[in-house]
């Protein structure tokens, strides 16, 4: 699976958020707060991502609607896994000391990590 650039990022939050088709103006309303994008803009990002299997545009009406063909859920564990496989040697121990030493977890993280290590492993079983 390809990485999404930033912006296209932006778009398949929209489309995952909303969970239905969308015009490419609904599309672009929802961005104005991130980006201060014109509709050719958009359309070129939206055409790019079809290539790369990321959305699907039906066309089968006068408006054109736009929706993710891949999944939030299926975009985060590839993600997650090339991001573990690249900095932390598929390593969650070494990616969570690197969290710890940065300072990056506060007390309730940890504990609630805890909760859910203790959880995964009660199901286990």
């Known amino acids: 699976m390809k990485r999404l650039a930033d912006s296209e990022l932006d778009i398949m939050k929209i489309l995952w958020k909303q969970d239905k088709a969308m015009t490419s103006n609904e599309i672009l309303d929802e961005l104005k707060p ?4 014109k509709l050719a803009s958009l359309m070129a990002v939206l055409a790019r991502m079809a290539e790369k299997g990321y959305v699907s545009c039906d066309r089968s009406t006068r408006t054109n609607y736009y929706s993710a063909v891949v999944g939030e859920e299926e975009y985060k564990t590839a993600e997650s896994s090339s991001f573990m496989e690249k900095l932390f040697d598929n390593s969650p ?5 690197s969290l710890y ?13 805890r909760a859910f290590l203790n959880s ?3 199901n286990g079983k």
């Open 34 to 37: 991130h980006r201060d994008w």
């Open 120 to 122: 995964l492993e009660e």
């Open 101 to 113: 030493n940065g300072k990056k977890l506060s007390a309730k993280e940890i504990k609630d990590l």
């Open 93 to 97: 121990t070494k990616l969570v000391a």
